[in-house]
């Protein structure tokens, strides 16, 4: 198509102040560079620079098999158990590339969390088992430490007061808003400067895409969030910056209200004024 | 011809409902036949063993041991303590083995030496348990210079293997690929993905693939005849000759005296029964994982 644009993020004058307090703080905890996803020879994702900024939720629109998935599994390796799947460009964690030789996949993926389309709880464990998964299994066995962990996570996903009577029951017995939930305080537990989310509410009923919706506004103050969404509404609710890919390339990026108010590529506003996609 | 003016107009009246009832109905009477057909052979096995066996079991043919035809013959008490210990070591081998070899087809399906683990896999289940008790009285019996037990549980052993292997390769594949994803974006080691998530979730099945083997080396007789040799004695040491139920039936039915073609039934009855038995502990040892 065209060849990728440098990203720049030019915040209007006269914005409101809101938006000014948010744009004195950027600062890029992830950042790609020229990233480029292939299946064999099939291109999935290609030339792909854009940052996401520290403490903020960064939206990844576009329609079905322009790549966003793709792309966002790239930002914590997961494409590394497809034998296939091929990376090219980095990708930047706090300045670091995650593709270097020498960097384990595994502390990455600890350091950058995902929550999947589908409610994946661990099909064998308990609610709290679930939650606490990722401490025991890196060696947590203290007691005091994984309760109070589990509270913590479990209350931060909204999910605390309705499961705290039943922390021993099957995490497959939670309603799929609440399993989505009890992924999403899973991947909190152990943590993760980053969390990537998957169509996080593409499963759910209305009430449960709130209830998700909305804690993604109180997490963002302790992580990065990065967000693929199949819904603009959703994306222009919950996310501070919002990226719309196209065909395996990344057509513009910036600012949510400007991207949605201003598209300056013709592209990007015929898909989120409907006319396409 | 001129195309119908509305999909409506060429929809016979009231439908085709009456000729789609008749062929649910008959539809239904084959499937009930052929369910039959399939179980009749099975209840007919069943029933018997069960019926022949059960006017042969009494509590001296299970506690005695073997004595000759003039002295009433004795029991199995022997066979049972060498069937037993022979398949619990082939279990424990065997089982491991496969074990390892499922896991390693299913979770590092890119592997190297995978093209060759199936095809060996594949080779050793295809091959007739004769050949394998062979290979064991080759390698084994020859050198050592005499039967035993550990030779009979090492040819059980190669029949359990590519049972389990298969087993646990199908049902790891069945635990959805998002568990792993689940536990790999924790960041946790692989290892620990697959031992700690992918495993105790296809627990059930591994435990039945497990105990398919088991039954399958529980049964067979023609492997021992050159490893475990067979006995006449008590004995609770692997390392001499040894006997297996499967044996004893087979030797027993082809005697001329009666009564040992009735003890063989009585044979065969307890080790459908602890076949049976097995089966029911595996399945309540891992009641929690279904």
Same mark, same amino acid.
């Given at each position: ?47 792909? @620079? ?228 | ?7 409506? @107009? ?137 039967? @035993? ?142």
């Amino acid at each position: 198509m065209n060849e990728q644009k440098p990203y720049s993020v030019s915040l209007p004058t006269g914005q409101s102040e809101t938006k000014l307090t948010l744009a004195e703080g950027l600062r890029p905890r992830m950042e790609t560079r020229g990233l480029s996803v292939y299946y064999g020879k099939k291109m999935g994702v290609r030339n792909v @620079s854009m940052p996401i900024y520290a403490n903020t939720v960064t939206a990844l629109i576009g329609p079905s098999g322009c790549g966003k998935t793709t792309f966002l599994r790239a930002l914590n390796r997961m494409h590394d158990l497809t034998p296939i799947a091929r990376i090219e460009g980095e990708a930047l964690l706090d300045g670091q590339n995650i593709y270097a030789p020498g960097v384990d996949a595994v502390e990455i993926r600890r350091k950058i969390g995902m929550v999947f389309q589908k409610p994946n709880p661990f099909p064998t464990l308990t609610i709290y088992d679930n939650v606490a998964a990722g401490l025991k299994l890196m060696g947590v066995r203290r007691r005091d430490v994984l309760d109070e962990a589990v509270e913590r996570s479990l209350t931060q996903a909204v999910l605390w007061d309705e499961v705290k009577d039943r922390l021993r029951a099957p995490g497959m017995s939670l309603s799929g808003g609440q399993q989505q939930r009890l992924c999403i305080a899973r991947a909190l537990t152990v943590q993760p400067e980053v969390l990537l989310m998957d169509e996080p509410t593409s499963a759910l009923d209305p009430i449960s895409t709130q209830s998700i919706e909305d804690l993604l506004t109180e997490l963002k103050k302790h992580v990065t969030i990065a967000i693929v969404t199949h819904n603009m509404q959703q994306a222009g609710r919950v996310s501070d910056f919002t990226g719309y890919f196209l065909l395996g390339d990344l057509i513009e990026f910036g600012p949510t209200n400007q991207l949605f108010t201003n598209p300056k590529d013709a592209h990007t506003e015929a898909y989120i004024t409907g006319r396409f996609g | 011809m001129t195309p119908p003016s509305s999909i409506a @107009s060429v929809i016979p009246k009231g439908g085709n409902l009456r000729i789609r009832r008749v062929w649910n109905s008959v539809m239904l009477v084959l499937l009930v036949l052929g369910s039959i057909v399939v179980v009749s052979p099975l209840i007919a096995v069943l029933g018997a063993v069960l019926v022949n066996g059960l006017a042969t079991i009494n509590w001296a043919f299970l506690t005695q041991e073997f004595r000759p035809v003039t002295e009433g013959g004795g029991g199995v008490w022997h066979a049972i303590v060498g069937t037993l210990l022979m398949n619990l070591l082939a279990l424990l081998i065997g089982g491991l083995l496969g074990f390892a070899g499922g896991v390693l087809l299913s979770e590092y399906p890119d592997h190297p030496i995978n093209p060759y683990l199936r095809t060996i896999s594949d080779l050793l289940n295809g091959l007739p348990a004769l050949l394998k008790g062979l290979v064991i009285y080759a390698i084994i019996v020859l050198p050592t210079g005499m039967f @035993s037990g550990y030779a009979g549980a090492l040819a059980l052993a190669i029949i359990l293997t590519p049972i389990v292997l298969r087993a646990t390769e199908g049902v790891l594949q069945l635990v959805p690929w998002s568990v792993r994803e689940a536990g790999l974006a924790l960041g946790l080691p692989r290892w620990r993905v697959i031992i700690s998530l992918v495993i105790p979730a296809a627990t059930a099945g591994v435990v039945t693939g497990l105990m398919l083997g088991f039954a399958r080396a529980a049964g067979e007789a023609a492997p021992l005849y050159f490893t475990a040799g067979g006995s006449q004695f008590l004995n609770f040491n692997l390392g001499q000759q040894t006997e297996s139920l499967a044996l004893t039936i087979f030797k027993y039915a082809n005697e001329p005296s009666v009564l040992r073609q009735e003890q063989a039934w009585g044979a065969a009855l307890i080790l459908t029964i602890m076949v049976l038995i097995a089966s029911l502990l595996a399945r309540w040892a891992t009641r929690k994982y279904n």
